[in-house]
């Protein structure tokens, strides 16, 4: 059973530009969420997905966004790119939503130059 | 507001050794609480979970103890292996979703 994918796993932006990650979550996982990591604030929610509607949101600006497919699948976009949003993004997926076990998958590696 | 931390950053045992990683909590309402693994690139692993009903739970070489007095949880690793270098993070569930701690470093010596 193929885990929790999540495209590109490298990339490099200039600030200013706009990226967007994908994630195809577990086979049968309907629960869609999305987390940052920086070594100062370690691992932050963003949001979480579930039935193609956003559930819940961290606390981060407008600038993140996402969406969720019928097919589970999601995708978060960061427009206007800070230097600041350098980090790792982990996408995770559930079953359903409060469903214990949550897998990660490795996460994209985004720098902004 | 909700925070998880830990009490150590870094842990360094020998080889063979029992590891016992320990985890703050300060929301009381949360539904159950993870020990996650991450690797250098990786991204983090589940361990084990439990509970908040519960005080302990094992799983192969790990247990995980929950204080609901003291708002504790930790992790031991029996027979601490290389393998198990890594960062560990615990992590509260609530409202569906997970708040993270810091992690700990935990370094394993041969």
């Known amino acids: 059973k193929a885990g929790v994918t999540q495209t590109p796993r490298y990339l490099i932006k200039t600030r200013g530009q706009q990226v967007t990650l994908s994630c195809s979550p577990i086979s049968g996982h309907r629960s869609v969420s999305w987390y940052q990591q920086t070594p100062g604030q370690g691992l932050q929610f963003l949001f979480e997905y579930f039935s193609e509607t956003q559930r819940n949101k961290g606390n981060f600006p407008g600038r993140f966004s996402g969406r969720q497919f019928s097919n589970s699948r999601s995708e978060m976009n960061v427009s206007t790119l800070e230097l600041g949003d350098s980090a790792l993004y982990l996408c995770?997926?559930?079953?359903?939503?409060?469903?214990?076990?949550?897998?990660f998958g490795e996460g994209s590696w985004l720098t902004v130059v | 507001g909700e925070s998880v931390g830990l009490h150590l950053p870094t842990l360094s045992v020998q080889e063979g050794d029992n590891s016992i990683i320990n985890c703050a909590y300060s929301?009381?309402?949360?539904?159950?609480f993870i020990w996650y693994k991450q690797e250098s690139g990786k991204g983090p692993q589940f361990i084990i979970d439990?509970?908040?009903?519960?005080d302990k739970r094992q799983g192969q070489r790990v247990t995980v103890l929950l204080n609901k007095t003291v708002k504790h949880l930790s992790l031991q690793i029996a027979a601490t292996q290389p393998g198990d270098s890594a960062v560990y993070f615990c992590?509260?569930?609530?409202?569906?979703?997970?708040?993270f701690g810091k992690g700990t470093l935990l370094t394993v010596n041969p």
């Open positions: 995770a997926s559930s079953l359903d939503r409060g469903a214990n076990t949550i897998y």
């Open positions: 992590a509260e569930s609530s409202n569906y979703k997970l708040t």
């Open positions: 929301n009381s309402a949360s539904d159950y």
């Open positions: 439990i509970r908040s009903n519960m």
